[in-house]
T-cell receptor, first 113, second 115 residues
Framework: ETGVTQTPRHLVMGMTNKKSLKCEQH?????MYWYKQSAKKPLELMFV???????ENNSVPSRFSPECPNSSHLFLHLHTLQPEDSALYLCASSQDRTAEKLFFGSGTQLSVL | AQTVTQSQPEMSVQEAETVTLSCTYDTSESDYYLFWYKQPPSRQMILVIR??????QNATENRFSVNFQKAAKSFSLKISDSQLGDAAMYFCAYRSPGTASKLTFGTGTRLQVTL
């Protein structure tokens, strides 16, 4: 039981495809996050949800669309991505949005062809 | 804006030895939080240790300890009695106090543990 589960583990998609990444947390947390991890770059915060409300959108292009239907689930909908969007996408949760301690999933390794 | 710098892309340590990973940061704030996260090959990042800037005492968690030098804006991680399971990427991170939910991460240090 990892606490935060992400699916799929790997994803290959063309630039015209539409796909979704899923994250589920079993910890009873109120805040959830999407991070992008690219090689040799710091983790980039993409979105923050607190109590199912989006509280931060860190200048992310509109081809990334988050959805948080409840406090346990978080999605990242992808469409018309670019090759430079290839990266590891990490989901995390915390008790609240102060991010005192983040619990991460194992990520989705995305390749855009 | 805060920045976090990890100047060692890779480090290597022999099993049972001690290794220190470096981290420096830039901020104009006086109160903040610092973290070290570990990312093993499984890719799941795990919090290793946390330090509050207003606390002078260095944080410790079993074999992991930090050397927090506030004036120098330095936050190094010491791993004692290194084990094979310590092999991973280690990320230093900074967070402002209050309700700000943004962590600023460094680029990471890859630690190899050899027999």
């Amino acid at each position: 039981e990892t606490g935060v589960t992400q699916t799929p583990r790997h994803l290959v998609m063309g630039m015209t495809n539409k796909k979704s990444l899923k994250c589920e947390q079993h910890l009873g947390h109120n805040a959830m996050y999407w991070y992008k991890q690219s090689a040799k770059k710091p983790l980039e915060l993409m979105f923050v949800y607190s109590l199912e409300e989006r509280v931060e959108n860190n200048s992310v292009p509109s081809r990334f669309s988050p959805e948080c239907p409840n406090s346990s689930h978080l999605f990242l909908h992808l469409h018309t991505l670019q090759p430079e969007d290839s990266a590891l996408y990490l989901c995390a949760s915390s008790q609240d949005r102060t991010a005192e301690k983040l619990f991460f999933g194992s990520g989705t390794q995305l390749s855009v062809l | 804006a805060q920045t976090v710098t990890q100047s060692q892309p890779e480090m290597s340590v022999q099993e049972a030895e001690t290794v220190t990973l470096s981290c420096t940061y830039d901020t104009s704030e006086s109160d903040y939080y610092l973290f070290w996260y570990k990312q093993p090959p499984s890719r799941q990042m795990i919090l290793v240790i946390r330090q509050e800037a207003y606390k002078q005492q260095n944080a410790t968690e079993n074999r992991f300890s930090v050397n927090f030098q506030k004036a120098a804006k330095s936050f190094s991680l010491k791993i004692s009695d290194s084990q094979l399971g310590d092999a991973a990427m280690y990320f230093c991170a900074y967070r402002s106090p209050g309700t700000a939910s943004k962590l600023t991460f460094g680029t990471g240090t890859r630690l190899q543990v050899t027999l």
